[in-house]
T-cell receptor, first 116, second 112 residues
Framework: ETGVTQTPRHLVMGMTNKKSLKCEQH?????MYWYKQSAKKPLELMFV???????ENNSVPSRFSPECPNSSHLFLHLHTLQPEDSALYLC???????????????FGPGTRLTVL | GQNIDQPTEMTATEGAIVQINCTYQTSGFNGLFWYQQHAGEAPTFLSYNVLDGLEEKGRFSSFLSRSKGYSYLLLKELQMKDSASYLCAVSLASGGSYIPTFGRGTSLIVHP
């Protein structure tokens, strides 16, 4: 299997549910990202794990919790979400050097999340 | 801070040439990416510019002027399959890393 994969592709959940999104990259990259894509809005960066360190966007609500157990896997744990959290959640990976250069990002197909 | 602007929508005719502009106002600039995103699919990489000038890759070319905070994506010999959203993303310094920040995207409609 190649590239960046995400599961599930579609998810419908209630506001009281707990679910997790999974991302796996098979490209040997050392940086992984979570983005939120809503209609008519730019891609919003949520979290970055780069060189095994987490770079957090402080504006992301605590009901979203990332986990990066190793450089190939990234999770986004969801709990008590709101209907406005319904969106396409995209995972991406890239190769980043110690000098800080970020190479091209490769995106997964995304998880279409609907919160009822 | 950063402000990335690109037109919301453009239309063009099959076989024609279209230029999609992107302007940005940022600090810590490290390069500019263009991505293509078809409806319901993930963004895919088109080009990366870090130095001023034109980068040509087949039917697609990308230009950057760092002093003017300006880039464009040029699509030649348009095909129907080029109908998609085109995302401009600026690589910005953030806490020792460089993080791509995206514009809203330009929806390109190619008609016969």
């Amino acid at each position: 299997e190649t590239g960046v994969t995400q599961t599930p592709r579609h998810l419908v959940m209630g506001m009281t549910n707990k679910k997790s999104l999974k991302c796996e990259q098979h490209l040997g990259h050392n940086a992984m990202y979570w983005y939120k894509q809503s209609a008519k809005k730019p891609l919003e960066l949520m979290f970055v794990y780069s060189l095994e360190e987490r770079v957090e966007n402080n504006s992301v609500p605590s009901r979203f919790s990332p986990e990066c157990p190793n450089s190939s896997h990234l999770f986004l744990h969801l709990h008590t979400l709101q209907p406005e959290d319904s969106a396409l959640y995209l995972c991406a990976s890239s190769q980043e050097s110690r000098g800080g250069f970020t190479d091209t990002q490769y995106f997964g197909p995304g998880t279409r999340l609907t919160v009822l | 801070g950063q402000n990335i602007d690109q037109p919301t929508e453009m239309t063009a005719t099959e076989g024609a040439i279209v230029q999609i502009n992107c302007t940005y106002q940022t600090s810590g600039f490290n390069g500019l990416f263009w991505y293509q995103q078809h409806a319901g699919e993930a963004p895919t990489f088109l080009s990366y510019n870090v130095l001023d000038g034109l980068e040509e890759k087949g039917r697609f070319s990308s230009f950057l002027s760092r002093s003017k905070g300006y880039s464009y994506l040029l699509l030649k010999e348009l095909q129907m399959k080029d109908s998609a959203s085109y995302l401009c993303a600026v690589s910005l310094a953030s806490g020792g890393s460089y993080i791509p920040t995206f514009g809203r995207g330009t929806s390109l409609i190619v008609h016969p």
